[in-house]
């Protein structure tokens, strides 16, 4: 009989969950990759494993446990979590930099609390990467936040960034912002033509 | 109350939103699918107009909003032979390679999720059986899971409407059903093939009990999910499966938004996903 029905659970082995996360964070360090990709999901459910999973984030080389780790992170998802994650947005690999992106994006409550100082980074790539984790983040103060930078931002490639989510974000608050701001990039094609957009919309809009 | 309208503006914008956040693409022939869609849940929410409603989808927490959109914007149903190319893609593309690297007598694995009331499951044996000729050559195991157990029990007794059943081939339908009172009934030989049982996606614990897949078809569900959700799915299923295995989504979703776990396959048949061979 070739199609054959077959499935056994294996036993539930909670000890170590039983034991608290030490010794998930001790295997946290094993050589075989495997055992450090279970260590990281099993910690995803403790809260004070949240600096060990980031020291873990800036050592680790295989993708499958950076993206447990990562997982883990998201499924804390407090504020040190959101914290550390978005200092990944210097980091120079770029998967964990997007990588990071995503998961604060799920993380709205918490970004709030990181959000303004990553807006105001010395780095225009942070800023930009900040702009990215508002794009699809679900929190009521999105299009304020890209209007203080609007205001205040000097580069044109940010702004050019924010003004792409504001166009999908923008209410009537930000006419004046976006207006101040064609005038202050006069003569820069890609602020003229984003510009123009998000003004369009809200014109037909009204 | 006034009807509220969907200018072409809210409907571009909504479209690319909608888009970027599920992967489903409407096209501007779709206008009054959506439209009327959109009016409904405005109404619904009790909101003023579009931008009210478009304001109050992209930016609450809960996202229940969202999940309530994506229901009316989905065809949230299943029938035997849904979406065929990717059986046919197992039998011709899929099975042959993970034959050609397994030991004899190492069974194939393969994992439905979500099982609904088991149409999909249904159909691979049958493909199975109609199509894989090697079927005799290998022991194949078919597991069956939802979170729901009263879907599953439906699915153990087999039996389906006319609706479920109508793009099934003449041949196949006389082969392997019966007609009853309620509908058509499946063969207690492939009932007996096989495994429904019952696991949360959601929680990796309960997943840890799913190991060694092949294949894994997780068609249409991960469009419900939450951004992290979707990731914590990708997770597991990275976890579930050997190294070369793959896994087949829904034609309007895409592991690649998801996780970086997997390499794409593009096969003639279709496109679908795999665990490197190589590494974990």
Known sequence: MPLMKHFAAPAADDTSLDEGPDAWLAQLAAPEAAARRAAAHALGDWPEAVPVLLCALDVETEQAVRSALLAALGRIGNEEAAAGLAACLRREDAWLRNAAIEVLRGLPGQVAAVIAHLLVDWDRDVRILAVGILDTLRHPSVETWLLQLIEADGDVNVCGAALDVLAEVATDDARAPVTRLLERFDGEPYIAFAGKLVLGRLARSA | ?280
């Not at chain 2, 009016?39 to 909003?65: H, K, P, W």
């Not at chain 2, 999940?67 to 035997?80: D, G, K, R, S």
């Not at chain 2, 034959?99 to 439905?112: D, M, T, Y």
């Not at chain 2, 309960?206 to 999910?225: G, K, P, Q």
């Open chain 2, 1 to 280: 109350m006034t009807e509220p309208t969907i200018s072409a503006d809210d409907f571009q914008r909504f479209r690319e939103y909608f888009y970027r956040r599920s992967g489903i693409h409407f096209e501007p022939s779709k206008r009054y699918f959506v439209d009327k869609r959109l009016v409904e849940r405005i109404r619904a929410n009790g909101c003023t107009g579009f931008r009210d409603y478009f304001a109050m989808l992209r930016f609450q927490a809960s996202g229940q909003e969202w999940q309530a959109l994506v229901n009316e914007m989905t065809v949230n149903e299943t029938y035997f032979m849904r979406e065929d190319y990717q059986f046919e893609c197992l039998v011709e593309s899929i099975l042959p390679e993970l034959a050609a690297r397994k030991r004899r007598g190492e069974p194939l694995r393969i994992w439905v999720m979500p099982s609904s009331s088991g149409e999909e499951a249904y159909t691979i044996a049958i493909f199975l059986l109609e199509r894989w000729p090697e079927l005799s050559d290998w022991d194949v195991e078919i597991v069956s899971s939802d979170i729901d157990t009263r879907i599953l029990a439906q699915a153990q007794a087999g039996l389906y409407s006319q609706r479920a059943i109508q793009q099934l081939p003449a041949s196949w339908l006389q082969k392997y059903f019966t007609r009853e009172a309620g509908g058509w009934r499946i063969c207690q030989m492939l009932r007996d093939a096989v495994a429904f049982t019952r696991v949360n996606l959601a929680d990796p614990r309960e997943v840890d009990a799913y190991r060694d897949y092949d294949v894994v078809f997780c068609r249409n569900l991960l469009i419900y999910f939450d951004d992290a959700s979707r990731r914590q799915a990708a997770e597991s299923f990275f976890d579930v499966l050997r190294p070369g295995g793959f896994i087949c989504l829904g034609h309007s979703e895409s592991m690649s938004r998801i996780s970086s776990l997997f390499r794409i396959r593009k096969f003639p048949q279709a496109i679908v996903y795999q665990k490197p061979l190589e590494g974990l």
